[in-house]
Structures are given as C-alpha cells and as structure tokens.
C-alpha cells in the first residue's frame, strides 16, 4: 500500500459546526503532515507530527485542532471556521520527520473544504 | 516570504515540445524536490536532488541544480496532454524547522 488517503473530499460547513479530517497511511512513515491550499497558489505547512508527536505548528488559529491517534492516523478537527478558511486541505506523510534531511513526501488527493 | 520563485508562471506548449520550468530560491538548501499537481488534486512527487548534486534524470524528467545561483530547472521532454499540470518545486530550509517550502509553481498547458 503506497498511497494517502483522506476523507471526505469534499466538505461543506457552517461557521458554527464541528467537522474532521481524516487522513490515513500504511507505508509505515514516521512523519505525517497538513498543508492548506487556496486556488492556484502552492501548498503551505501547518501541522508536522513526528513519530505521532506534534512537532511544528505554524502559527494556525485554534479553530484547527490536529489530532495523530496513531502512526498511521492523522485528523484535523475543525471548529468555528471562517469563510476565509475554504481551501483544498492536503494531507502528506514522509518516511523520517525533520530534523532529517528530507525525503519525498507522499500526499493525499486533499479535502475541499467550503465554509459558508 | 516563499523560499522559491518560479519562472514561468504559465507555461502553453504543443504536445512533443520540450517544456522547462526554473526555480530560485533564497537560502541554503539541504536538497531540492520537483512536484506536479493535477487540477485540484494531491501532489506528486516526481525527482528530488541534493545539493551536492548538479543534474538528475528520470524518464523524460531533468533536473539540474546550480547552488551557486540559488536555481533550479525542470525539462520536460517530448511533452504529452497527460504532462498538463501545475509543477512545484520545493526546498528544505537548512536553518530553522527544517520544513518543506514550496515555490508558487508553474502551470503547465499541453496543447494536443
């Protein structure tokens, strides 16, 4: 199994509703990631769990609450979103988590989130 | 501000052109990835070069690094409709986080 699934793909909500993320991956990666992106502009980091532990946090607003249940689980929960926050949410994992030099990442087909 | 700049920003060609794609950045790299994206979906990954490296091919892919220049090419050779894409190049920051930057991407049009 080589591949990073996520569910929905695609979610609409309000801004007072709770919703999640889901992302998964069995290729035994140490690294799991969250990336925002708005249309035709590139991915940008939020979240970078190492070895199931939140190691970056970009500066993201409470509202978006990341979750790794376990290696190979990784949710974002959302809560009180703005219409600001639609975009299409990407899931990533890599075999070794910073501070490694880097090797590919591996990324989900996203969620589209609207928020209305 | 984005570590990579990507040049073009659109890019039309006619299918079996060759197409490149360059990308500058701004500081000290660990290595350097090319990623292509299909119209909203997930990232592919498709070549990644070290800094000690300065060309790497796979398939109808080069990539060439230059460290001195802080830049990087893409070509796409013999291009096809199936090469339509947005194409990202991303670096790894030595200092800080350590985290993967990407560059604001190229799209790519292949016209049959």
């Known amino acids: 199994d080589t591949e990073v699934t996520q569910t929905p793909k695609h979610l609409v909500m309000g801004m007072t509703n709770k919703k999640s993320l889901k992302c998964e991956q069995h290729?035994?990666?140490?690294?799991m990631y969250w990336y925002k992106q708005k249309a035709k502009k590139p991915p940008e980091l939020m979240f970078v769990?190492?070895?199931?532990?939140?190691?970056i946090n970009e500066s993201v607003p409470s509202r978006f609450s990341p979750e790794c249940p376990n290696s190979s689980l990784l949710n974002l929960h959302l809560h009180a979103l703005q219409p600001e926050d639609s975009a299409l949410y990407l899931c990533a994992s890599s075999l070794l988590p910073p501070p490694f030099s880097y090797n590919e990442q591996f990324f989900g087909p996203g969620t589209r989130l609207t928020v209305l | 501000s984005q570590q990579g700049e990507e040049d073009p920003q659109a890019l039309s060609i006619q299918e079996g052109e060759n197409a490149t794609m360059n990308c500058s950045y701004k500081t000290s790299i660990n290595n350097l990835q090319w990623y292509r994206q299909n119209s909203g979906r997930g990232l592919v990954h498709l070549i990644l070069?070290?800094?000690?490296?300065r060309e790497k091919h796979s398939g109808r892919l080069r990539v060439t690094l230059d460290t001195s220049k802080k830049s990087s090419s893409l070509l796409i050779t013999a291009s096809r409709a199936a090469d339509t894409a947005s194409y990202f190049c991303?670096?790894?920051?030595?200092?800080?986080?350590?985290?993967?930057?990407f560059g604001q991407g190229t799209r790519l049009t292949i016209n049959p």
């Open positions: 290729m035994g990666h140490r690294a």
């Open positions: 070069i070290r800094s000690n490296e």
């Open positions: 769990y190492s070895y199931e532990k939140l190691s």
């Open positions: 991303a670096t790894d920051i030595i200092q800080g986080a350590q985290k993967l930057v």
